[in-house]
């Protein structure tokens, strides 16, 4: 154990010991698994990212093994448990962060799931159970997922971009050769995750949805349908995504209805519809940092700007 705060700070042998905020319920028999995560919070615009999770949670029925006790990582007025009904008996829920297991016969690989909520304190310890558990079950790779707003139209094709640190792992999700992005600023837990992997010898990827910023609607079914399609396609999950799309189609008509009912919203999303159409043959970026596209508070701006030109005019 290092006493650099800049380093991590669990052991790495995978064993129990070395992980003591995660709760072991079973100890599946995995192979070769990769880890897909993605955490609720700063990293899921539109609850992307989470809902994919959910989605490949429940078509697969993947069997939790462990979680994250939650006591030393959140705020709990900022996430607070909640209670519901199950049977007439009132239930307490605490914020949670479960893997699941599921076994593919088609690729011989197992997958892993990480479903969470970004936490808001001991960074560093959080990540270090994670890459525990990761060599306890000789974890191959790990892909993060992860939705950002960005000034793209809800009536086209949402953009799916990403890296990824390995060629094979950049071929399969059709990413461009790996690089060491150039972002530099704030990041988020995927950030600090993928990082901390990647200095442990776990290669690493990230897929993230564009999710157009006017768009008040959540969650979107369509940023969760195109990173399930990337990673059917990737993975050869032969997941069916039927259902989905079905969603998404009526998101979108329900997109729609709402931008009828707030004329200057609707230019506002027309004019980013004509600026984008000249944009379909650009390259997505690539990079695993979603700040390198303009930030919300910006875009949110740029928003108001255009609205109050719209009302100036008009008077």
């Known amino acids: 154990m290092t006493n650099d705060p800049d380093q991590p700070t669990s052991g790495s042998s995978g064993d129990p010991a070395d992980m003591p905020d995660i709760r072991i319920h079973s100890e599946p028999k995995l192979t070769r698994p990769l880890l897909i995560t993605a955490f609720a919070g700063w990293n899921d615009a539109g609850e992307a990212a989470t809902s994919a999770i959910r989605f490949m949670r429940r078509r697969w029925r993947a069997t939790p093994f462990a979680d994250i006790d939650p006591e030393l990582f959140y705020d709990f007025t900022q996430a607070r448990p909640t209670v519901k009904l199950d049977k007439a008996e009132r239930v307490l829920e605490w914020p949670t962060n479960e893997f699941s297991a599921h076994h593919i016969e088609a690729t011989g690989r ?144 329900q997109v729609a209805a709402d931008l009828e009912q707030n004329p200057e919203a609707a230019d506002y999303a027309r004019r980013v519809v004509e600026e984008a159409a000249d944009e379909d ?10 700040e390198e596209l303009p930030d919300a508070e910006t875009m949110v701006d740029e928003l108001e700007r255009f609205l109050r030109e719209q009302r100036n005019e008009q008077e």
């Open 281 to 290: 043959s650009i390259d997505l970026p690539s990079d695993s940092e979603p």
């Open 110 to 253: 197992d997958i892993i799931l990480l479903s969470g909520i970004e936490p808001h304190v001991h960074w560093r310890r959080f990540v270090d159970n994670i890459v525990d558990l990761c060599q306890r079950h000789d974890v191959s790779g790990f892909v993060s997922l992860g939705g950002l707003l960005a000034e793209v139209s809800h009536a086209h094709p949402v953009r799916v971009g990403g890296s990824a640190t390995d060629p094979e792992l950049a071929r399969l999700l059709g990413f461009d050769e790996p690089r060491t992005p150039g972002y530099q600023g704030p990041t988020g837990i995927v950030g600090v995750l993928s990082q901390t992997l990647r200095q442990r010898g776990i290669e690493t990827a990230s897929v993230w949805a564009n999710i157009p910023f006017y768009v008040q609607r959540s969650p979107n079914p369509k940023g969760a349908l195109a990173i399930l399609q990337r990673l059917n396609n990737a993975f050869s999950f032969d997941l069916s995504l039927h259902d989905l799309e079905v969603f998404a189609a009526r998101f979108e008509a």
